[in-house]
């Protein structure tokens, strides 16, 4: 391997542990990647793991919440700015506004706040419970199993995604395979991946240069910040980001929730005969089933709670970890769908703090009460177990479920 | 009781207001609006679970009874 660990490191803060190779991580059938990635807990706070990005990198791991809201808030000790998704494809251009830092991050964020906002997700909520009861409707109608992936989770989440886009939902499919070669592929697919939607980005922003519509790439190019029309890279920064942090996401957290309540009855039952409930047990579920890891680059030298972390370092702040800091969590392994002051970090903290998070809240909610007041008590089905994998962003491949 | 909103680190999470909306008043990016909030009595105990729930620890709980501004 050609990951040396640096030498400012020293030997005695490295450990054996990475979000990729780590036992757990890879595509495990009847996996649980977070309880694996908790075991961090019992070790030091900070640690060095010399293997922990896809591209085979070397990162620090802040294991306490506390520690990582301190290094996800000091966004000029430790930036965001580097241009992960474009250096797969040999170029140098930042996500936006996920890979600009302040100040340059508030006017992109600033702009596109009002999309996402609570109020703008009130409004649609509407249309993402027909859309959900449409498709749980058609599934109990044609029998008593399903995979909740490919039936439900994917087919909703994307399709609200897409309208909100402007995109023709006839391309679920498409999208969504390139999506899963980009997150999950090998290195073949995962840059003919990010090529593809590169292109589609921009072909989609001439289009709409061309022939207004009132929908987001529209909105997008027509928009301005400090008084001038966003350039092509930055139409491009945006458009690939909020297609790729929305597509997958949403889905995932749904399918690890729905495959929590297969396993644990009592609870199923719970929130089907008392669905006020849901809303705290999806936050609950929020914290116990997390699916991405951030990472950031240190600026200058510091000493950080006891690690000498250099320029350049790559800082991991993985909310799988963050949610299951004892210190912050009573009991953080055990999953309490009552539980009270659930700040969990899932969709991370600081002025990156989750663009989408009203929208994918609202979407596990409502999925979830659609889902109980339709399918009656539901297993995994016999003889098939669900894939999951750990990574940069945790998945959940299949979920047969079986109502029988 | 008296909320001390520490707007610098508000992020927009909007817990606060998913507890209590009328309480916590966010603009329409779903950021806390300035300014701290007088809690009325019998709103306490809400407004302290609200203030609870700010992932960023953007809002304080000052509890000292409040002198007449
Ligand atoms: C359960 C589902 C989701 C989870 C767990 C999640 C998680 C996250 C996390 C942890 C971040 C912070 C990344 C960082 O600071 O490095 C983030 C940022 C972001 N997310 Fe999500 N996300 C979800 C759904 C969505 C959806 C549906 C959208 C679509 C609009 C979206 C759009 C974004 C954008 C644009 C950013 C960057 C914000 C910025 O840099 O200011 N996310 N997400
Ligand atoms: S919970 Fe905290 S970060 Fe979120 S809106 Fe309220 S004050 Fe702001």
Known sequence: ?404 | MRIIVQNAKCQGHARCAAHAPHIFKLDDAGYILPGNIEVAEGEELTASRGARSCPERALKLDREPCSTS
């Not at chain 1, 170029?91 to 703008?120: C, Q, T, V, Y």
């Not at chain 1, 897409?162 to 997150?183: E, K, M």
Request: hydrophobic share 40%.
């Open chain 1, 1 to 404: 391997m050609e990951n040396p660990v640096p030498d400012h490191v020293p030997p005695e803060m490295v450990r054996d542990f990475s979000l990729f190779t780590s036992p757990g991580m890879s595509p495990t059938p009847n996996g649980d990647p977070h309880a694996a990635v908790a075991c961090v807990h019992s070790g030091p706070p900070i640690f060095y793991s010399p293997l922990n990005t896809r591209d085979g990198r070397g990162t620090w791991v802040i294991t306490r919440a506390s520690d990582q809201r301190r290094v996800l808030q000091d966004t000029e000790t430790f930036s965001s700015h580097r241009s992960i998704f474009a250096s797969a494809l040999g170029e140098n251009w930042p996500m936006i506004p996920l890979e600009l830092d302040p100040p340059a991050h508030g006017a992109f964020r600033s702009l596109l706040n009002p999309l996402f906002s609570p109020k703008r997700v009130a409004a649609l909520e509407p249309a993402v419970r027909e859309r959900a009861i449409r498709l749980i409707d058609g599934i109990a109608a044609s029998g008593t199993s399903c995979d909740v992936m490919k039936d439900f989770a994917f087919p909703f989440t994307v399709n609200i995604f897409l309208h909100l886009l402007g995109l023709p939902d006839d391309r679920i499919d498409t999208f969504v395979g390139w999506g899963r070669d980009l997150l999950h592929g090998d290195d073949v697919k995962r840059p003919a991946a990010a090529r593809t939607i590169v292109s589609f980005i921009d072909e989609l922003a001439a289009a709409r240069r061309n022939d207004l519509l009132d929908d987001f790439m529209t909105f997008v190019v027509q928009a301005q910040v400090e008084g001038r029309r966003l350039t092509k890279q930055e139409v491009r920064g945006v458009g690939v980001l909020v297609f790729v942090a929305g597509l997958d996401t949403v889905a995932a957290a749904i399918g690890f929730d729905l495959a929590y309540l297969a396993r644990n009855l009592k609870d199923q039952e719970l929130l089907r005969s008392e669905p006020g409930r849901i809303v705290a047990a999806a936050e609950e579920l929020l914290r116990a089933y997390p699916t991405v890891q951030l990472i950031r680059v240190a600026t200058k030298d510091i000493d950080f709670e006891g690690a000498p972390i250099r320029k350049g370092d790559y800082v991991s702040c993985a909310t799988m970890i963050a949610n299951r800091d004892p210190a912050e969590f009573e009991c953080p392994n055990t999953v309490d769908l009552a539980r009270e002051d659930n700040r969990h970090a899932t969709f991370g903290y600081g002025p990156h703090r989750c663009l989408g998070s009203h929208l994918a809240r609202r979407e596990i909610v409502v999925g979830l009460e659609e889902w109980l007041a339709r399918i009656p008590a539901f297993r995994i089905k016999n003889g098939t177990a669900p894939i999951t994998s750990g990574g940069h962003v945790f998945g959940i491949e299949n979920l047969i479920l079986d109502w029988s």
